[in-house]
């Protein structure tokens, strides 16, 4: 068991490309949606994890994160039981300074999108914004990957 602390932003360029020091695949779908937990499967690239996480607090920054790795092919069975909408991304992991930005590049029906998080130690930490980092999205819903997966992004307006 653990909380997570993150911030979450919307990127304006490709170039953290060129500084990721690695690319993952990531398939997730939801079995659970619901606003006061999460329970989401994920294979990234050849191992299946399952995650449950609790209701982030008032700014958004922080919720409880529980995650068991499970066999790839448990994973895609229960894709068969996961709520409409299944999520797939390129995550690209990025060094700066003490921290690690994870940017998602969406893929499918929410493509076009780029999503930087970065984890932090407390919700005051410090931490240096690359050029690429755009708009603070941290605590607004419609960039949950939850709610991506029911709202995706070519669809807004």
């Known amino acids: 068991m653990a909380t997570e602390i993150e911030r979450k932003f919307l990127v304006k360029s490709t170039d953290f490309k060129q500084e990721a020091f690695q690319k993952n695949y990531i398939k997730q779908g939801f079995l ?3 606003k006061e937990r999460v329970v989401r499967v994920r294979i990234k690239d050849d191992k299946g994890f399952l995650t449950i996480k609790g209701p982030s607090n008032t700014n958004g920054t922080t919720r ?3 995650e068991k790795e499970i066999d ?3 994973a895609e069975s229960l894709f068969n ?3 409409k909408g299944i999520i797939e991304k390129y995550r690209y992991l990025i060094s700066i300074g003490n921290h690690t930005f994870e940017v998602d590049e969406f893929l499918g029906d929410n493509n076009g999108l780029l999503i930087a998080e970065v984890e932090l130690e407390d919700e005051n930490e410090h ?7 755009g708009k603070e999205v941290t605590g607004i819903a419609k960039y949950y990957n939850s709610n991506l997966s029911k709202y995706p992004y070519t669809n807004w307006s």
């Open 32 to 34: 659970n949606s619901d």
């Open 64 to 66: 409880f994160e529980w």
């Open 72 to 74: 790839k092919e448990e």
């Open 81 to 83: 039981l996961c709520e």
């Open 127 to 133: 931490f240096s914004k690359p050029e690429w980092l």
